[in-house]
Structures are given as structure tokens and as C-alpha cells.
């Protein structure tokens, strides 16, 4: 029953159909430099379907035009996909990789949009957002691709996983900035636990194994859930060429990371690895939420706190600490600074499980330890903050953050432009109707997209 799916009410009502809508209404100044898109994906079921599990729904891609100081078009399509219309994954050969929600996130490189889902082939989208199709790297992608690949700032590769309930658990991959796969490759040691996320630092890539695996008795639909059996670990390799030889694993303690915040090496060459993180119980009352059970948080990352891990590979030791008290998720950098020392980070707050906090976008100072937050107003959920560098930056924070508003009172939804420095809103955009609160997206300026751009 609808009613009881929380992924299908309040800010996470789907909606039903797709729409174009041209030259939107802005308030205040959009940068001219903003030309580009910002595209957001998220489950939106189809009228009438009712998922299993949160992450069982089919994926719809926003998608927001700008274009020297413009909002030239609001548009969302679904991603047209197999499993949209009904295709199982499972099949008798096997699982199906071009059955997917393809709900997850949407991501450019070399010059394709390729929305995600981690148990899937990625589908390629045009820069309209009408559905090419999977895409699998000329053949050379064979199974399954995290959602949370992670750009090279400085060499343009794209390295990224895929984690499999199977044998090979994990396997590691690596496209250079053209977009054929160079590199690919199992990872020993590696177990069958949930990996959504991972990490590369400028000579590291940094896998992380949390309590939460491979579960056949779970009927959600997606066969995971906790486990104390299951050691929790981080592993770190050697990026390049026979890396997962060198491949060493970690003790931490128990936990479930969703998300990571950013990895790199520091002075003393030292691992350092932070990322909003659940516990046993937390995870209980997330997992629940996903699924629509009646013992649920009120969000679907309750306790999501962020912790630091620090990991020596002198000595072999790790130091874990949870470093701040709010409950945050989606957190995101100035991708610029990815795999390096970052002294700003930002992230999206929610109310605790008792209540305390609220929905905002959260910025860190990591050098003075500050922490700001711009409130959006009540009833009001923002998404995933995008942080877009400004033209001629000079600091890491000289830019603007991208962030979508579900706005529960008005039925509405709006693109705020908040000046990432001063944490000020610089420019609203008038979205004609109201946005599903999603998961992940991206900026793409036209300069990443191959060919001309209406
Ligand atoms: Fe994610």
C-alpha cells in the first residue's frame, strides 16, 4: 500500500509524468559562467507501481538548463530502460545488466551521460535526456558498475568498481579521459559486503567493507542486510598496474558507509577517509525506511554520522573517531580537490531521530573546524549540493553550490544558486513543477559535452 512506503510520499512523491518547460523565472543573478546543465536522478516509479524497496524504483532524470545568466529549460524523462517496463534482473541465464532502475546517479564523462545503478550497466542519456541505452565500454564491461565512480582531477581517468554477491566479489576498473577501459582487474581478499562507495587518493584507491553483505533471506527485492558476522575493513591499494597484488586490508569497527566524503594522503603519508556512517541500529531504522517496514526512522538515513578513519600503513593501525554530531548525507567537495587535501567539505543535514536539526546544506571549515549551515525554510528538503567552481576561482570555496528544493507547502520546487564562500543564496529558479527528492546529479558544463548544445 502506498500509504505505508515513505519513498512514496511527502518529498519523495513520484511524479507522473514527463514534461519540457521553457525560460523559467529567476530571481536575483545567475553567473554567467553557470552554462551547463545540472541533472539529477532519483526512484520515481511509474503510476500505479509500487517497488519492493526504495532503490527498486525507476530512475527519473532532472535536468536543468542555464546559459549565461538563462534558465533556458526544466525537463524529466525516466530512463527508458528494460526494467521500466517490467524486465526481471534475474533471468535463467543469469542476471539481466540492462534491467535496471538506473535511479541512482548521472554522471559525464567523455563527453556521454550515463545514468547509474550499482548492480547494472550504466545507460547512456543525450544531452535532451531521451534514452540511448546501456552502454558497456565497447563490450569490455562485463558485469555490474558502482554508481559512484570517481573522476581524476588531474589525469581525467575514471576509476570505479563493481561489487557482486558472487565470486569475483570485486572487481577494479579504470577508463581513461576518452572513455575506453584501460584497466580491469579482481581484487583479492575482497568479500561479499556492500560496496557503494569507495576512494581514490593521488596514489591510493580505498575500498570499504561494512557489516552490511550478501543476505538471501532478505525479500525486499535487494538481498542484503546487516550482519556482525561480517568483519568490517577497509582495503587499500596501490593505484596503477598490478595495485591489487599489493592489496591490504584494514580492521574498523563495525559500521555501514554509504557515502564517501573524500580520501587523500596526508604530511605524513598517512591514509585519511571520512564519510557520514551508520551503525547497527541505525542501519536497522535506514533499511527499514527503504523498505517501508512500520519500525522505521523518520528519514531514510537515520544516525548517518560522519566519521574520520585514519590509516597508517607504516604501523598497520587505524584510528576511527566520529567527528560531528549532526546527521548528514550526501556529502560533496570541490571535485577539483578530489583524492587531495580538502579544507572545505558540504553535505546535506536532517532532522536526528529525535528530531533535533532540521533540513539544510551544511558546509565544514576542516582547518578551523567550523561548521555553517543555510537553512532552506520549513518543509523544505534540499538535494545533494553540487558544488560548481566560479570562473577564474582562486580558493577551493570560490564557487556556487547547486542544490534542489522539494517545497512540501507550495507542491513547488526551486534551484537555489548559494555562493559557496559566503554560504549566501545568489539566484532562485522557478521550476515548474515540483522536483521528486532524489539521490545524487551532476553539473555539466557544454564545454564536457561532445558536438553542439542547443
Ligand atoms: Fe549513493
Redesign the pocket.
Known sequence: MTADKPYLTGHYTPVADEVTATELTVEGTLPPELTGRLLRNGHNPKPGVTPTHWFKGSGMVHGIRLREGRAEWYRNRWVHTPALDGAPYMTEKGPDFTASPAG??IIEHAGRLLALCEANFPFELTPELETVGAYDFDGKLRGMMT??PKEDPVTGELHFFGSSPFPPFLTYHVADAKGRIVHSAEVPGATASLK??FAITRRHVVFVEGNVTFDPTEHSGIPYGWSDAQPARIGVMPRGAGGERQVRWFSIEPGNM??VSNAYEDGQGRIVLEGPTVDREGFRLSWNWWIGAPDRGTEPNTRSYTRRWVIDLATGTVDEQIIDDLAVEFPTLNENYLGAENRYQYAVSFPDEKGFGGYGVVKYDRTTGARRIHQVGDARLPSEAVFVPAAGATGEDDGYLLTVVSDLKQNASQLLVIDASGLDRIATVHLPRRVTAG??GSWVPDTDLNGPTA
Open positions: 541512482t546517479h554508481a559512484h557503494h562507495d554509504l557515502h539521490i545524487h
